[in-house]
């Protein structure tokens, strides 16, 4: 167990619907950040935020939002999910706003859009 | 554009076989170089950061050396357990961003 808490771990919905993914960081952890994996483009990086502030932005779509709470945990919505939403979808959290000594990842959720 | 390549995609061995995997990268204002392991169905586990060229670390098994624009994980009579995907992130100057590679697949055949 990394510490990192995804939820769920998967979820099948259809085209067109929206999702809400949770990410609990590991304890002490500020940064949340989150990325999709794709069978053909490997780990995407989507956004992060650190203690409650966005502070870096990456390849994240309009349709695809993201907030981190007081408590630090995080959600990842996505809307009108098309079927290329399809990924595992990963949160990874450091202590800081930099990841200087890399990650701890969670074990990720898998979305399937049917 | 910042890019980082691994190679080979996949890799077979025996157990026993010595090889070594590859991480090209062109990242201008290098802050960090990372390896981490995947097992299918998990999340990343981290496994070495490299900062400047030259650098070496080591965890039992493997190797890991940095160069201006490459990095190698060495992994020396691997066993069945280490087969898992390999992957290789650089670290943007900005600190908060990683660019990931595909990863490199390594099956060790008892």
């Known amino acids: 167990d990394s510490g990192v808490t995804q939820t769920p771990k998967h979820l099948i919905t259809a085209t067109g619907q929206r999702v809400t993914l949770r990410c609990s960081p590991r304890s002490g952890d500020l940064s949340v950040y989150w990325y999709q994996q794709s069978l053909d483009q490997g780990l995407q990086f989507l956004i992060q935020?650190?203690?409650?502030?966005?502070?870096a932005k990456g390849n994240i779509l309009e349709r695809f939002s993201a907030q981190q709470f007081p408590d630090l945990h995080s959600e990842l919505n996505l809307s009108s999910l098309e079927l290329g939403d399809s990924a595992l979808y990963f949160c990874?959290?450091?202590?800081?706003?930099?990841?200087?000594?890399?990650?701890?990842f969670g074990s990720g959720t898998r979305l399937t859009v049917v | 554009e910042d890019q980082v390549t691994q190679s080979p995609e996949a890799l077979r061995l025996q157990e026993g076989e010595s090889s070594s995997l590859n991480c090209s990268y062109t990242?201008?204002?290098?802050?960090?170089l990372f390896w981490y392991r995947q097992d299918p169905g998990k999340g990343p586990e981290f496994l070495f950061t490299?900062?400047?060229a030259g650098e070496e670390k080591e965890k039992e098994r493997l190797k890991a050396t940095l160069t201006k624009k490459e990095s190698f994980l060495h992994i020396t009579a691997p066993k069945p357990e280490d087969s898992a995907t390999y992957l290789c992130a650089v670290q943007a100057p900005t600190g908060n961003q990683f660019y990931f590679g595909t990863g490199t697949s390594l099956t060790v055949i008892p």
């Open positions: 990242v201008s204002g290098l802050r960090g």
């Open positions: 935020y650190y203690n409650g502030e966005e502070r």
């Open positions: 490299l900062y400047s």
């Open positions: 990874a959290s450091s202590p800081r706003g930099e990841g200087n000594y890399g990650y701890t």
